[in-house]
């Protein structure tokens, strides 16, 4: 899934290059140099899938960020308008279904970082089969260190009997990006999960599972897979246009009875803000990021858990802390720790002045 806007982390990522196009936390400015997201997820599923049985739903306007790719042309899929990740994935379902009847699909955003890669992938086969053998789909579920709002939970319920003693649950509810007394809750549970947006499933059954629980938007798939499979792109796209924008979170996880959580110990990271990459990044004796251009220094009195990034080859900082600092050649962002999931509302509020910046 590789069509997101990424407005959290502006002002690096923007609308004609998100994040999942940029290196974590932009790259080395002010080229952004360095393997992207997408490069690092596609290399983390090659020991899963070849390129050939590789799909990525990605948004038309990115369309030349995508040409180099060692992905067939065919296995590219370009959406009109954003859509969220219902249609998103029920369209791709009914896509590898068409090719391969009773395939199993593994779904994973292109925005994240995963840093046991062995591990990773030794988990989505653990749920390949879970998938299978229980006919459900399966997610895997972060341990969480922090009760971050940012995130959805996944709640587990019983324990789910395995052939080969995989740690796995039954899912008794996903629940929404929480308030924070709630998401504290969560958190010291020892029975919640954050929700990574990973996960394995039959092709055909998250079909079906859309055709119970949201018929309107399935029948509208239907007609877009059609129109796409006979390359009929007007059709496509006046069918694509009809979908409801919803998340698959909310059109079908929440209300499904047929999901399992698999634990997932793989160094997991959303990357859905600017704090999120320091746990990604190197950080300094007192936790702070800088991301500066090759040979850039630094000078710091006094200054704890910053997020610098800056063109310059100089940063200086005194007494400063938990602030997120960012130069792009065109843009300055000055931001809170606390309040930097706010930057995507901000970016949203962006009038006819501010328009040239998105």
Known sequence: MAGGAGTRFWPVSRKSKPKQFLPPGGGIPPQNAGPTLLDATLKRIRGLAPPERTLIMASAAHRKLLRNLDIPKRNVVHEPAGRNTAPCLGLAARL????????????????????????????????ARLAGEHEAIVSLGVAPHSPETGFGYIERGGRVTTKDETEAFRVKRFREKPPLAR???????????????????QAAHLVDELEVHQPRLSATLSRAASALLKRDAAAFAKSWEKCESISIDHAVMEKS?????????????????????RGVLPRDEDGNVWILPRGGKTEA??????????????VAAV???????????????????????????????LGPDGVRFL
Request: neutral net charge; glycine residues 8%; aromatic residues 8%.
């Open 319 to 349: 007494g400063v802390e938990d602030v997120i600092i960012v130069e792009t050649d065109d843009a300055l962002l000055i931001c809170s720790i606390e309040d930097a999931e706010k930057i995507g509302e901000m970016v949203k509020n």
């Open 183 to 201: 998401a504290k809750r969560y958190a010291s549970s020892g029975k919640h999960y954050w929700n990574s947006g990973i996960f394995v499933s």
């Open 257 to 277: 009875r047929k999901l399992i959580v698999l634990p997932a110990d793989v160094g997991w990271s959303d990357l859905g803000t600017w704090p999120a990459i």
């Open 96 to 127: 590898i279904e068409s090719r391969e009847p009773g395939a199993l699909m593994c779904a994973v955003p292109a925005d994240q970082f995963v840093e046991k890669t062995r591990e990773f992938r030794q988990l989505i086969k653990a749920g």
């Open 301 to 314: 009195i006094g200054a704890k858990n910053l997020i610098v990034r800056s063109n310059k080859k100089f």
